[in-house]
Each structure stands twice: as C-alpha cells, then as structure tokens.
C-alpha cells in the first residue's frame, strides 16, 4: 500500500521548508481529509473511512519516531505530551474503525488543528 503521508513528508522537507511549518501543513491536511469524512459521512465507504484514518495514523507515527529521536531537542514534558497525543490518536484511530461515528472522530481533528496552531505559533 502507498504510504502518502511518509511520501507528503519527504516531498515537503526536501524543499527546504521549516520542519515545524512541515508537520503544521501535515496536520493541517490531516485534519482536513478526516473533516471531509465527517462532512460527507453518509456518502463514506468504510474504504474512504479507512484511507483517510490511515493518512493521520500514519502521519502520528512518524511525528512519534521524531519525538523519540535521540537527537530531538524538546524538552522531555513536551515529548513526554506528544507520546500521549499519539497513544490517544491511535487508540482512537481503532475505536473509529471498530465503531464508525463521525463524532469521535472529532478529538483526532482537534488535536491535529490545535498542534497545527502551536507550531506555528498561534497556539
């Protein structure tokens, strides 16, 4: 399966943008293919629920490798928090799977648009 959030990833930061910018437009995208499920969602296959879910899982698990890089400089609380995020995302990522509703899928966009936000210094 292609992997389109690690290919959005590398695209974006071979052309020398600022990684905090990267991972704001990353989330950024994320959340909104995932608000495209829930604004559409009775027009959703469980394939459409599936490919955009998997683009934000995806997404997480290389912010997580990021976080966890023994060469990141951010301090162990905010690691310590984002690892948390991740945990969530993830577990909430299968709870969707298992029990398609559109409203939980509205934490994983929050999060997504609110650490959007704080990278680029909004937050």
């Known amino acids: 399966m292609y992997n389109q959030a690690a290919a959005a990833y590398q695209k974006m930061s071979q052309t ?3 990684p905090r910018d990267l ?3 990353l989330l950024m995208k994320a959340a909104g293919k995932l608000q495209n499920v829930v604004d559409n969602w009775e027009e959703m296959t469980p394939d459409d629920l599936n490919e955009q879910l998997t683009y934000n899982r ?3 698990t290389y912010l997580l ?3 966890r890089d023994e060469g990141n400089p951010l301090p162990d609380q905010i690691k ?4 948390n995020l991740g945990v969530f995302i993830m577990n ?5 799977l298992r029990h398609p509703n559109p409203q939980r899928m509205e934490a994983l ?3 997504n648009r609110n650490i959007a936000e704080g990278l680029r210094g909004r937050g």
């Open 80 to 83: 310590m928090n984002i690892t």
């Open 109 to 111: 966009i929050s999060i």
């Open 58 to 60: 995806r997404l997480w």
């Open 16 to 18: 020398g943008v600022n």
């Open 92 to 96: 909430r990522t299968l709870e969707v």
């Open 65 to 67: 490798a990021a976080v």
């Open 23 to 25: 991972e704001a437009t």
